[in-house]
């Protein structure tokens, strides 16, 4: 690590410093105003723009993130997201809709757009949504420096560790991300599944298409169907209009499926089907569209074992594993920590405005003995706990959390906050008969953050 001054300034570092660049386009100047606000008090720098041609201005290679509402005069978000696409590619873009224009935001997002958020919306769904576009852009960045064959292969090495079963990982990504055949990447949660993913994605000649991303766990089993192959009008109670799949999305690019063993056996039938004949059925209809899809799937579980106790389609289990890629955990891999302890540390440095600290040797032994139940992810926030506590220049095995030493004394996996969460949410639904949409509402979230929240603590 390169050597620092003394002590780190007590003053904190610009915002744009510490979290990134948004240029941000919406016609209505109070919507515009209290959307930056937002944004600079997490810590981003905002260029405000009252319209697409003026965003366009502002556009430049400082940029990391455009938000932009959909609906705008002279130039609507559509049109600013492909003008943007198509001269700087490695911007992300987010579009904001009303309710009743989820079919554009799917729309804008074939066109390259990253996700899209509905109004009304909360400041930490909108700040979900940011954060994850801008980690997603760096990856984008990173890989976007490869340049040439060979020194793509050792810089996506050198991405994801040193070890043999890292470097046969980078070498099988390399020799299948140029082909259509179906992958599936297993690993624990926390071990970088979608990066590995994204990095087979961006590898590909369907690089400039769409990447879409579905993680099965976080959406109700009753409405993964039409998630993933759309609806026509009246299909079921509620479908008031018609609704372009993931599947369609994807048209041309990749589409990732996140946690594809947790899929009930109807859907994946019907996922078979698709992959086999390259057709979708929206449901409630009974004409099929062509699609050109690659199809990445990812699971942290054991499909073989799935698949012997019927939980999960053989059939559909060989048509993913055409080409199979193992994530080791990190504790079987810990030559690779001395690695990503330096590429972590200085990429929260740089998120974050803090000079990089030198690290003592018996720091790395102290991470090395440890056995990462989190993987990677554990790793990368118990650093940044240091970087942020300790806050001085060099760091030593005593600046850890006392449960890396003893981990008798790691906290239980479900905190008081996380176990208050889970009870207000479940006080919710109850008052509300199960309707998530009300409970949602009462708890002043999105319908979506429920969802993904009720899966992370298997409240179905």
């Not at 008969?433 to 979506?448: D, E, K, P």
Request: charged share 20%; net charge neutral; glycine share 6%.
């Amino acid at each position: 690590m390169v050597e620092t001054a003394p002590s780190i300034p007590q003053a904190a570092s610009p915002p744009e410093r510490r979290r990134g660049v948004i240029l941000l386009a919406e016609d209505d100047a109070s919507v515009l105003a209290a959307l930056a606000q937002v944004l600079e008090a997490a810590g981003f720098q905002v260029l405000r723009a009252a319209s697409g041609r003026e965003a366009l201005l502002m556009l430049s290679d400082k940029v990391h993130l455009l938000i932009t509402d959909l609906w705008m005069p002279q130039m609507d978000g559509l049109a600013l997201l492909e003008e943007v696409r198509r001269r700087k590619p490695l911007v992300e873009a987010v579009v904001i809709t009303g309710n009743a224009t989820v079919a554009s935001a799917v729309q804008a997002m074939k066109a390259g757009a990253f996700d899209y958020i509905t109004k009304p919306f909360t400041p930490p769904d909108l700040l979900d949504v940011v954060e994850r576009a801008i980690e997603n852009g760096r990856v984008r960045r990173d890989i976007a420096h490869w340049g040439s064959d060979a020194v793509g292969v050792r810089q996506l090495e050198k991405l994801i560790g040193n070890s043999p079963a890292m470097l046969a990982v980078a070498q099988t990504i390399r020799r299948v991300a140029p082909f259509k055949s179906t992958v599936l990447v297993e690993g624990e949660s926390g071990t970088g599944k979608e990066m590995v993913v994204r990095a087979i994605h961006e590898l590909s000649p369907r690089q400039s298409k769409a990447f879409i991303a579905v993680n099965c766990a976080a959406v109700p089993a009753s409405l993964m169907e039409s998630e993933l192959f759309g609806h026509t009008r009246g299909a079921f109670t509620g479908a008031s209009a018609q609704t372009t799949g993931y599947f369609e999305a994807a048209n041309g690019g990749t589409l990732f499926i996140d946690e594809v063993g947790e899929l009930e056996l109807a859907v994946q039938a019907k996922l078979l089907r698709v992959l086999e004949t390259g057709m979708v059925t929206p449901v409630g209809s009974t004409r099929e569209k062509p699609i050109d899809v690659r199809v990445v799937a990812a699971t942290n579980s054991d499909l073989q074992t799935a698949v012997e106790e019927k939980r999960f389609r053989a059939d559909l289990f060989y048509r993913l594993n055409v080409v199979r890629v193992t994530l080791p955990p990190l504790r079987q891999r810990v030559e690779d920590i001395p690695l990503l302890v330096g590429n972590l540390i200085e990429r929260l440095c740089a998120e974050n405005g803090l000079p990089a600290p030198t690290v003592e040797p018996s720091l790395v032994r102290a991470l090395q003995a440890y056995s990462w139940p989190g993987n990677v992810r554990e790793l990368r926030n118990v650093l940044e706990n240091m970087l942020v506590m300790a806050q001085k220049p060099v760091l030593t095995s005593a600046d850890l959390p006392e449960y890396i030493h003893n981990p008798q004394l790691a906290p239980p996996p479900g905190t008081a906050l996380d176990l208050a969460e889970k009870a207000a949410i479940e006080n919710a639904l109850r008052q509300h008969q199960g309707n998530r949409a009300h409970a949602a509402a009462a708890l002043a979230i999105s319908v979506r953050t429920l969802y993904r929240k009720m899966a992370q603590y298997g409240l179905r």
